[in-house]
């Protein structure tokens, strides 16, 4: 019986290792200085800070804490969405092991507190992350300023569920705190509802999420009419031939356009779904 | 900076992850029932069983642990072998963190005893091991009998070590045991010295190892005569055509032919690389 912080790194290992994910590096894929092997070290890397809110550390400490070991490779940010995702799915996993209800999800991030916040943007400190710019009223706080922004989130007393409210416009992973969760719950369901193995089940979510909505990362990255375009053609794709679905992961290697948003929330309905036991492995 | 329990989880994974390796599960390659994401699983669930041994358990109750850990999935034995060493590296890594000593590790196994040499037989019973014949005197407590040779071993008093000893002529994992580690140490310095990425590192490491000696796995599942073709043919492959490589690594997954222990070698010199700091990821 896997603990809930081994399941975890089991979802973000299944993750990376689905094939295809148009755009993300996996098994068949990768770019010359983001490759496999970064992800599989981030991963493990991560494993303290989620024992760390298995033991009931505070959210934000324990972010902090799996960031750090996430980000202790040569490939850069791996999986900083992933984790803020997965930190607090781990917490309630441990609180209450038969059945991770959505509220409880909910309820568990709404107590987090201004250390929470400050936790995050030291966390932001160990990664470069792509975001859009925020609202004209949050430029003091905007997480491209990293620790920089701790005085202000101070000031205005914002917890980190706050700072994921402000942020939940501008960024898939910030929406997933202020909506129960409710891509990773669903994307979990369907995972048990697919064919085939774990892995491509895995590829399958991750077309069908794509496909769902523009991925943020993108947007911030290349702007909204990419994003859209490359969600407009995930659509297209959903049980297409295999060797479609294969050019259309080539072609976005080649313009270096990565939906890791959409790979966040695929590793999230991974845990679910290993939690739950709706899929093995 | 990875713990031991850590980095020796790593080192599973990036074995896993090399490609090719003629033979076994790896990124590009699998069996209908042996899944990539199973050795994923494996290497994850051993990670209590690595950590006890960083944390001073005895080789045995650490080994027996981490193979009930890395059995808990769907595929079958995944990893015992590559166990089997990376148990007493960890442990001695552990201790001291600084060299990771041949001698030191020769010393730890050494001091094993038959309670060790007990929990290895329990160890067993969790899966389905490929052994050959034990010589004449030994059948009593031939690996195959699992639990059920312990009394014979306590009988005649064999520690741990005693037993790899009567297999080193047998098994290549148990003949490391008998010899210092020389194969996982030599392996961890050519990993430094090969060229390219770790994850092409390791692929290369791994033909070299399986052409300089038969691989043991083999021999015990198809008998000397496949095990001898294989290893020659390796020793064509050596800086050959990738292509060359590529189709011998279809036909050995055909043929249901997997060099386990050379993987388990793989997997121990990729620990002591990373332990060393000869390969960073």
Redesign the interface.
Known sequence: ???PA?RA??AM??EV?GTPKPGNVD??REYPDL????F??GA??A??GLRAAVEGRSIGAAFETAVA?MS???GGNTQFGTLLLLVPLVAVAADDSSSLAPQAVTDHIEATTVEDAAAFYRALEHVSVAAGDPPADAAAIDVRRGADAIPAVRDRELSLYDVMALGSDQDGVAAEWTSGFDRSFAGAARLGDLDG???DRTADLFIELLAAQPDTHVRNQHGGTVANEICERAGDLIDADPAAIDQFATELIDREINPGTTADITAGALFIALHRGVI??
């Open positions: 019986m896997r603990s081994q790194v089991l290992l299944l290792a098994r068949q490759r496999f092997e970064h599989l070290a493990i890397g494993l303290p070991g202790d490779q040569e193995g774990v892995l093995t492995v």
